[in-house]
């Protein structure tokens, strides 16, 4: 079938699977459980964040709608025959907010909640992310509304191939290169390039975050992760941690999640409590972030983890520690969940995981947020290195690539960081400003708009 340009308008929402047991499956609790989301949707907290920055460097309403309004938004139907017997309907989105500064790159996710206003406000994120730390790329985002950790393997394979048979027209790897998300990950990705290079020969650099073995880069998968903890590395002297003493938590024990979690313990730091979609858990003295690391890969429940005390989801927010990190899902921190937070950083690896208004009550609170533009940008810094090597058919060595992620996250925080000081706005605020002044900056000296 072939692909449709939807005519959707912004705030619009579908979810074109009817089936019963899909509207089943996406309303199931165990799906959002354990703590809850706030009712702002990504849509409105990253239009919020852009128009304040907007507001800030005085871009004109006209010129504003340019770098708000996606530049291209694809949706197709993902007909699926699952183990049930049943033929499913997903649909697929693909969204490519702004490509002043270069292809268009961004994360595919598979999870029922996927929504095509989601994947807008994630689009538009990745542009501004990408500029932040100034990548040679534009922001797109990509999304499957299926219920991933529901599907067998065999069944994931067939939905990702048909999405990129059906999307593969406004790919490639000078136009749009896609990356792991929530629910997806390096195998995700090879059967994407398998796809895609049925259609156009060998070609990796369609996608980034596959398999060393399939010319993916040497530390992509923990990039993310490391970049947070890089992130929290620099910012620790301003607030007095040194990461031996520092305690942290962290919301979301998936990829990013974990590996926060694993480099924050190499640098001796001390994981007090942690959560999945599962479950909670608390240790005053300490969670083994490798070990819980591999009870969960080993198949165990995060609540059945030996040595920690399992807590209800909705006070994991509320365990006292240093440094918070959400690694999960957008919207997790809300007003109604904030004034129980007692830590003093907040390093964002998730994308929107907190509301304008409970960043605000955050800020009052003196507690240091590092917005998710800049802190979880490693994953992308690292998928750039991962192109680069396809493109010149070349490969790092893993200390290379950590070395030069490093490079650009500490030249991202002084960067930002700088501009909030002269500015005397929040992390975030400054990152909203560099992140938006070039891509309007790149669009106006290509000739996209003009003055
Ligand atoms: P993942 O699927 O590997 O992990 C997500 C984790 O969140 C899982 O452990 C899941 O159990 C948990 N989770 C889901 N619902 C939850 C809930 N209600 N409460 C607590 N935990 C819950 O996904 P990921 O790639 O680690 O992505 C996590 C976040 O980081 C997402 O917001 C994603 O957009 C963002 N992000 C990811 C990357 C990347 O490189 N993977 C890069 C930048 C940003």
């Known amino acids: 079938m072939a692909q449709s340009e939807t005519t959707t308008s912004v705030g619009e929402r579908e979810h074109p699977d009817k089936s019963p047991e899909t509207v089943e499956r996406a309303k199931d609790p165990e799906e959002s459980k354990p703590s809850t989301r706030a009712e702002i949707s990504n849509l409105d907290i990253v239009r919020y964040y852009f128009d304040l920055a907007a507001d800030h460097l005085g871009l004109a309403d006209d010129i504003r709608v340019v770098f708000w309004t996606p530049y291209r938004e694809v949706t197709v139907q993902i007909p699926v025959k699952l183990s049930d017997g049943k033929t499913h309907v997903f649909a697929g989105y693909r969204i490519q907010h702004n490509g002043a500064r270069g292809p268009y790159k961004g994360g595919i996710r598979f999870h029922p909640e996927v929504d095509i206003d989601e994947v807008r406000a994630l689009a ?19 999304g499957v509304n299926c219920p991933a ?4 393997p065999a069944e994931l394979q067939r939905i990702a191939r048909s999405f990129m048979d059906k999307i593969e027209k406004v790919l490639g790897p000078t136009r749009d290169i896609p990356a792991p998300d929530v629910n997806t990950n390096a195998q995700t990705m090879a059967w994407l ?16 975050g596959k398999p060393i073995a399939l010319e993916g880069s040497y530390g992509r998968e923990a990039a993310t992760g490391r970049g947070c ?31 926060a979690a694993r480099i924050m313990q190499q640098l001796g730091a001390t994981m007090v409590a942690v959560s999945d979609a599962n479950g909670a858990i ?4 300490g ?41 999960a899902l957008g919207g997790m921190i809300h007003e109604h969940n904030v004034d129980r937070m007692q830590c003093k950083m907040v390093v964002e690896g998730a994308n929107s995981p907190t509301t304008p208004a409970a960043d605000r009550i955050l800020n009052e609170k003196g507690v240091y947020v590092i917005p998710d533009v800049m802190a979880n940008a490693g994953g992308v810094v690292v998928s750039y290195f991962e192109w680069v090597q396809n493109l010149q058919h070349f490969r790092w060595d893993e200390r290379e690539v950590n070395d030069k992620l490093g490079t650009i996250m500490r030249r991202a925080y002084r960067e930002v960081s700088g ?10 605020e400054a990152s909203y400003l560099v992140g938006i002044e ?3 900056d790149a669009a106006r000296t290509r000739g996209y708009i003009s003055d």
């Open 124 to 142: 538009s994120l990745m542009t501004w992310k990408t500029a932040v730390v100034n990548l040679p790329y534009g922001g797109a985002k990509g």
């Open 149 to 152: 950790q529901k599907l067998e």
């Open 193 to 208: 390039m398998d796809e895609y290079g049925k259609l156009h020969g060998h070609t990796p650099a369609i996608c980034t």
């Open 229 to 259: 903890v890089y992130m929290f590395r620099e910012a620790a002297p301003h607030l007095g941690l040194s990461p031996a003493d520092t305690t942290f938590a962290v919301q979301g024990y998936g990829n990013v999640g974990s590996w």
């Open 282 to 285: 608390r240790s005053d003295s």
């Open 287 to 327: 969670i083994d972030a490798n070990a819980l690391h591999e009870h969960i890969a080993d198949g165990g429940l995060i609540t059945e983890f030996e040595g920690a005390e399992p807590i209800d989801a909705e006070d994991l927010i509320a365990v006292p520690c240093d440094v918070f990190i959400p690694a």
């Open 419 to 428: 501009r909030a000081k002269e500015e005397r706005v929040t992390l975030r």
């Open 438 to 440: 070039r891509v309007v």
